[in-house]
């Protein structure tokens, strides 16, 4: 039986709420409402509480979510299995990766793609993590690699590779560096004066059209800092630079891969701010709404392959 649009169902479900349902959806509120009264309608069932705040399924919608979700994945192997008949009338795969990490991802995942697949032809776009988000979504590729700060974005579907930790870091001749001892290896224990006195000193970070500037935002909150003077740099290997030569007061936040590899562990200190952590995932996306080519899903899967300690 032909339902309309299974995913609206399944998004109200979701969501317990049929404004939010719209927003994700870029549907309006009352087209959302005839919908379910349609299809409530057309089975004699009623399918959805409303007098509940979040709203709740009947047995009968619990039934009919079943229904539309494993009409989806049936979808979904259909056109999958259909895929394989059609991998010769389109040999260019259009992939996004971040330009500080295409060599990496280059050396250990596509190097072996291309010999598996010799006819076909790749186009590499790159640009910050963001970028590759919006490429996705206005289909200007059909997978990218990203950071990402969350699992879940409405219209991606998101495969998880691995994570890793952002600090603030800084030369050992800055002046709180040299207060303390190297009992904790590199990592020193900020007290509350010692917060205060980051909050003047100069922070550098990568500039806002990166998610790191995001992520770092997000960490001076959490740790009620508020830096007096904030230095943004658009080149990652500029910040090591500074933290590498600096003999003044000045702190970068870095995600940890940029500094263990490329800085001597014996000229840098981490700054722990009451313990707060902060992290970033690395994965592997594609967009919902258009199903993966026969080499964009190759691809998709051989991306478990990726040895994020490597990349990271």
Same mark, same amino acid.
């Given at each position: 039986?032909?339902?309309?649009?299974?995913?609206?169902?399944?998004?109200?479900?979701?969501?317990?709420?049929?404004?939010?349902?719209?927003?994700?959806?870029?549907?309006?509120?009352?087209?959302?409402?005839?919908y379910v009264s349609k299809?409530?309608?057309?089975?004699?069932? *009623?399918?959805?509480?409303?007098?509940?705040?979040?709203?709740?399924?009947?047995?009968?919608?619990?039934?009919?979510?079943?229904?539309?979700?494993?009409?989806?994945?049936?979808?979904?192997?259909? /056109?999958?299995?259909?895929?394989?008949?059609?991998?010769?009338?389109?040999?260019?795969?259009?992939?996004?990766?971040? /330009? =500080?990490?295409?060599?990496?991802?280059?050396?250990?995942?596509?190097?072996?793609?291309?010999?598996?697949?010799?006819?076909?032809?790749?186009?590499?776009?790159?640009?910050?993590?963001?970028?590759?988000?919006?490429?996705?979504?206005?289909?200007?590729?059909?997978?990218?690699?990203?950071?990402?700060?969350? /699992?879940?974005?409405?219209?991606?579907?998101?495969?998880?590779?691995?994570?890793?930790?952002?600090?603030?870091?800084?030369?050992?001749?800055?002046?709180?560096?040299?207060?303390?001892?190297?009992?904790?290896?590199?990592?020193?224990?900020?007290?509350?004066?010692?917060?205060?006195?980051?909050?003047?000193?100069?922070?550098?970070?990568l500039s806002k059209e990166?998610?790191?500037?995001?992520?770092?935002?997000?960490?001076?909150?959490?740790? *009620?800092?508020? +830096?007096?003077? #904030?230095?943004?740099?658009?080149?990652?290997?500029?910040?090591?630079?500074? #933290?590498?030569?600096?003999?003044e007061d000045l702190v970068?936040?870095?995600?940890?891969?940029?500094?263990?590899?490329?800085?001597?562990?014996?000229?840098?200190?981490?700054?722990?701010?009451?313990?707060? =952590?902060?992290?970033?995932?690395?994965?592997?996306?594609?967009?919902?709404?258009? +199903?993966?080519?026969?080499?964009?899903?190759?691809?998709?899967?051989?991306?478990?392959?990726?040895?994020?300690?490597?990349?990271?």
């Open positions: 039986m032909n339902f309309g649009n299974n995913s609206y169902f399944i998004t109200i479900a979701e969501t317990g709420n049929i404004t939010k349902a719209s927003e994700i959806l870029h549907v309006s509120q009352p087209s959302l409402s005839q299809i409530e309608k057309k089975l004699s069932v *009623k399918l959805i509480e409303r007098n509940y705040t979040p709203l709740r399924l009947t047995e009968a919608g619990k039934i009919f979510l079943d229904y539309v979700k494993g009409c989806e994945e049936l979808d979904e192997l259909f /056109l999958k299995r259909l895929q394989k008949f059609s991998k010769t009338e389109n040999k260019l795969l259009s992939v996004g990766i971040p /330009l =500080q990490i295409t060599t990496k991802i280059f050396s250990q995942l596509l190097g072996d793609f291309l010999k598996e697949t010799p006819d076909i032809q790749l186009s590499i776009k790159g640009g910050t993590s963001l970028d590759m988000i919006t490429m996705l979504l206005n289909e200007e590729v059909e997978i990218a690699f990203a950071h990402t700060l969350s /699992l879940k974005m409405s219209g991606l579907m998101i495969k998880k590779l691995g994570s890793e930790s952002l600090h603030l870091v800084c030369n050992n001749k800055n002046s709180i560096a040299r207060r303390h001892s190297r009992d904790n290896g590199n990592v020193i224990y900020l007290s509350e004066n010692e917060i205060r006195e980051v909050e003047n000193q100069r922070i550098i970070v990166y998610l790191l500037y995001k992520k770092c935002e997000e960490y001076f909150n959490n740790c *009620k800092l508020f +830096p007096q003077k #904030v230095i943004e740099l658009s080149d990652l290997n500029a910040i090591l630079d500074c #933290v590498s030569s600096n003999n970068a936040f870095l995600p940890e891969s940029s500094y263990k590899n490329n800085l001597d562990k014996n000229k840098y200190s981490i700054l722990n701010i009451n313990d707060i =952590q902060s992290s970033w995932y690395f994965a592997v996306c594609q967009n919902t709404t258009k +199903p993966l080519s026969y080499y964009a899903n190759m691809l998709w899967e051989e991306a478990d392959r990726l040895k994020a300690d490597k990349i990271f």
